[in-house]
């Protein structure tokens, strides 16, 4: 046995594999089924399909998740914060306590992926404690599709921290600034 390392990747190390790729394979899949246990949560889906049915109006609304005794994502009503109407970006870009997952949507008009507020938000949750465990922590937003009367063809991503060094390393650099980050966005993809 591999020290430090369980089972699927020693499989895959025996069958041939780098351990490298077994070790990025092995995080992948753990992220995966993260994913689809928080996706197949009740609670998530309903939150999700309130969101979702918010790209279709003027605000952004964000929920704060916490894991709860029985395992599952919690997103509680009071862990509910909209935005301004006609207002981009993540109200507040705060949260009250130390999360394990965030989500929010963005409406008619912001940007069809993270935006910088986003990620400086992320940043800031960050950097002041407010993310329990930032190797489980998972940040969703949902965006408007095509259509901004239906939400059909609305997209979903969702945000994770898979190298914690790297994160602490490039977000001193690049997310602790959130007008530089729209500078950059500005600059390099002509969008902020």
């Known amino acids: 046995m591999l020290t430090g390392h369980g089972h699927e990747v020693c499989e895959c190390v025996e069958s041939g594999s780098n351990l490298e790729v077994c070790i990025e394979d092995d995080e992948r899949n753990r992220r995966c089924n993260q994913l689809n246990q928080i996706a197949n949560n009740g609670n998530w889906t309903i939150r999700m399909q309130e969101l979702r049915t918010a790209t279709t109006g003027n605000t952004e609304i964000l929920y704060y998740g916490n894991i709860g005794n029985t395992g599952n994502m919690n997103y509680s009503s009071?862990?509910?914060?909209?935005?301004?109407?006609?207002?981009?970006?993540?109200?507040?870009?705060?949260?009250?306590?130390?999360?394990?997952?965030?989500?929010?949507n963005h409406f008619a008009g912001a940007l069809p992926v993270l935006s910088p507020g986003d990620l400086y938000s992320l940043w800031t949750w960050y950097h002041n404690n407010l993310i329990n465990d930032t190797g489980t922590f998972i940040m969703y937003?949902?965006?408007?599709?095509?259509?901004?009367?239906?939400?059909?063809?609305?997209?979903l991503y969702a945000l994770t921290i898979s190298d914690v060094q790297k994160f602490q390393e490039k977000g001193a650099l690049f997310l602790s600034n959130e007008d530089a980050l729209s500078g950059l966005f500005l600059q390099k993809y002509n969008i902020n």
Do not use: K, L, M
Request: charged share 20%.
């Open 78 to 104: 009071g862990d509910r914060i909209e935005g301004e109407p006609n207002e981009h970006g993540i109200p507040n870009h705060t949260i009250q306590n130390p999360a394990d997952s965030a989500i929010h």
């Open 141 to 155: 937003v949902t965006t408007t599709g095509n259509s901004n009367a239906t939400t059909n063809d609305d997209t």
